[in-house]
């Protein structure tokens, strides 16, 4: 008999996110999958195009059926809709689940951004005794701190009690980034939690994008979200002073996020020159993007939570054999330094990041080759799809949810 996932999120198709291709992938290994999610919304917060925003809707794709909540939108510039998104989903998913719960074998919950999403899965599993899996992409309480809440007594206190209870009630926790077990293990001593990364979900035997011309210029592109945490705004101010030496290079930057606007007032205000913006495209269209640069950039701020996290463009980046200009600490630095996939340099100092574009540069009659060789070595060895997918299917497969 088919094992019946139902797979609890708050990101899924046609919101581009690695969720889509593990779930597709468990219908063609027999599974029989539905998915609780919310109308999609993101990277705008506004619902997308062919969309309604119901209290509640039913979809099929790929053969996973899709149950849709209400999304409350407008959160990307307002933290009280942010927070009130949080609650609605956490809400409305637990009072469905109290309903659907019994149907399935497994609850999975991909967890990127708030814990909260795990709330329903929590309740599955005390009423009805389902093993829960747990996939965690974004650790809490870090990233809460992050955006920027005041860590104060009452606010760790009230935090602890939320994460604690949430990581106790869960039969497996399987971390993207291997960092983020440290942050998590205090919740859950003793408790096992495998390294499953994300694996690129474009790939250069997709087609799409055929004929993207970037410039005549040496590239660098940054792809993907445009956020507070990018650190785009001291990429640019590097580059701003690698191009007033070296006018014969290009910084592209392709996607959208809530800091676009900012940054793009910057390189306006400021006249910085070179810098290109392409706005977001689909994914299908990306690989147009990854083949017509010569240097991808990856960049964070300098925060300890930031530091675990390995951003999920540089799967993608390591995909198409680029040379990677690393401009965070942590992780990604320690790979691309240890495997020798590019350059790095330190997030807080633009004279840095000068200093390693214009190096980037002189490398381009040779050099750049051993850089790309390195990157597929990489992904081979840490980033395949088959043995991750793998991995965390037994993880849920298990007998309890337990291996």
């Known amino acids: 008999m088919a094992l019946k996932v139902l797979i609890i999120t708050e990101r899924f198709y046609p919101e581009e996110f690695i969720i889509n291709d593990l779930a597709a992938e468990w219908v063609a290994r027999g ?14 917060a506004r619902i997308l195009p062919g969309y309604s925003n119901r209290l509640f809707s039913r979809e099929t794709w790929k053969g996973i059926n899709i149950s849709r909540i209400f999304t409350v939108t407008g959160y990307r510039d307002s933290l009280f809709r942010k927070l009130l998104a949080y609650f609605n989903f956490a809400f409305v998913s637990s009072v469905i689940a109290l309903f659907i719960g019994h149907r399935y074998d497994r609850v999975f919950v991909y967890q990127t951004g708030p814990l909260t999403q795990a709330f329903p899965a929590v309740l599955i599993r005390k009423l009805y005794s389902k093993p829960f899996t747990m996939w965690v992409q974004d650790v809490w309480p870090d990233m809460v701190y992050a955006y920027g809440f005041k860590k104060t007594r009452l606010m760790k206190a009230f935090l602890d009690f939320i994460v604690g209870f949430i990581y106790r009630n869960t039969d497996n926790i399987a971390v993207s980034c291997a960092g983020f077990a440290g942050s998590i293990e205090p919740y859950v001593p003793g408790k096992p939690m495998p390294h499953f990364p994300n694996w690129p979900t474009v790939t250069p035997d997709q087609t799409g994008g055929a004929g993207v011309k970037l410039s005549d210029r040496f590239n660098f592109t940054f792809a993907g979200n445009i956020g507070k945490f990018q ?12 191009f007033a030496e070296n006018p014969d290079m290009q ?94 340099a ?46 965390i299917t037994e993880l849920v497969k298990g007998e309890g949810g337990r291996l």
């Not at 650190?231 to 690698?242: D, K, P, Q, Y």
């Open 31 to 44: 599974f029989k999958v539905d998915v609780l999610t919310q109308a999609p919304s993101y990277p705008f």
């Open 251 to 344: 910084l592209n930057i392709v996607g959208d996020g809530s800091d676009f606007e900012r940054i793009k007032n910057i390189v306006s205000r400021d006249g910085v020159s070179g810098v290109v913006f392409w706005g977001r495209k689909k994914q299908e269209e990306m690989p147009g993007y990854f083949r017509a640069s010569d240097v991808m950039v990856i960049s964070l701020c300098d925060q300890p939570v930031l530091s675990l996290t390995v951003p999920a463009k540089f799967q993608a980046y390591l995909a198409f054999s680029k040379p990677i200009f690393c401009v965070m600490n942590g992780e990604v630095k320690r790979m691309v330094e240890e495997y020798n996939t590019g350059i790095c």
């Open 231 to 242: 650190n785009l705004e001291n990429v640019i101010r590097g580059f701003s002073l690698a």
């Open 346 to 391: 330190q997030p807080d100092n633009p004279e840095e990041i000068k200093t390693c574009f214009l190096k980037f540069y002189s490398l381009k009659g040779g050099g750049l080759e051993a850089f790309s060789y390195n990157s597929r070595l990489l992904l081979d060895k840490v980033y395949n799809r088959e043995k991750i997918i793998e991995g």
